[in-house]
């Protein structure tokens, strides 16, 4: 004889089925929201590249500093306070990014900092590789401008910090600083140089050695609407086999309230 269906069975699977609904669709709403962050990023981006070449100054208004937007700085490069950022990987390569500010006026202070480009790592070897000079005098530089200094994420164990900016800038001897993630304020401070709010990505050759192939953001939304449909899917057919088991314990339930013929 066919074993009846437990009631408390059919609760669970109702239970978790409803429960797969609810996280699938979840994934689904992730997915859009990812998908539009990404193509407000491909906004930003075109926005920013159609706009005319800007000219930095120290008079320049925080609001004409778009993101994207090309930009030229000229003045005097100040590789004293030069850091470098580790862990910025090119082509699967470990490395560094050289950061430096350039000078627009001495009498104010008022600098930019500019990312000069990219230094693979010395396998091996326990100190950092020589950064390429700064050529000396007024210099011009072009390159696109962001924001911040795009930021890495840091993992590091229980107990122990990553190397942190010093806080005064230049270090005895000459030696770079290398830090995971460089937040303008903390370097104003540690420099006493008065910063843009952006900061200028390289993109001139200077012949210097430096790899100025900058990442650039993710803006395939188009992947995450299709993800976001496969996880709709999966959750239709989670209601489906919903119901389905729904339906079952109803047809059984009445089975057992009908009268006997």
Partial sequence: ???????????????????????????????????????????????????????????????????????????????????????????????????????????????????????????????????????????????ELQPRVPRLFELWSLGSAPAGLPAALPLPGGALPQVQNLALDDYARATGLTLLPAVLSQTDDAADGLVRDWPQPSVDYRQNISYAVQWFAFAAIAAIAWLAVLAGAIRRARRRQAPPA
Wanted: hydrophobic share 50%.
């Fill in 1 to 143: 004889m066919a074993r009846p269906h437990s009631s408390r069975t059919t609760a669970a699977a109702l239970l978790l089925l409803g429960a797969a609904v609810a996280a699938l669709a979840s994934l689904g709403q992730w997915q859009l929201r990812r998908g539009d962050e990404r193509r407000a990023i491909l906004a930003a981006i075109e926005a920013g590249r159609k706009q005319p070449p800007l000219d930095l100054t120290p008079a320049t208004p925080p609001a004409e500093l778009a993101a994207w937007r090309a930009a030229r700085a000229a003045g005097v490069w100040l590789p004293q306070f030069s850091v470098l950022l580790d862990n910025r990987n090119h082509d699967g390569r470990p490395g560094y990014w050289l950061a430096t500010p350039m000078l627009l006026d001495a009498s104010t202070h008022t600098a930019v900092l500019v990312l000069r480009g990219w230094l693979p790592r010395v396998m091996g070897a326990q100190a950092a590789p020589a950064a390429p000079p700064a050529p000396s005098g007024g210099q011009t530089v072009s390159g």
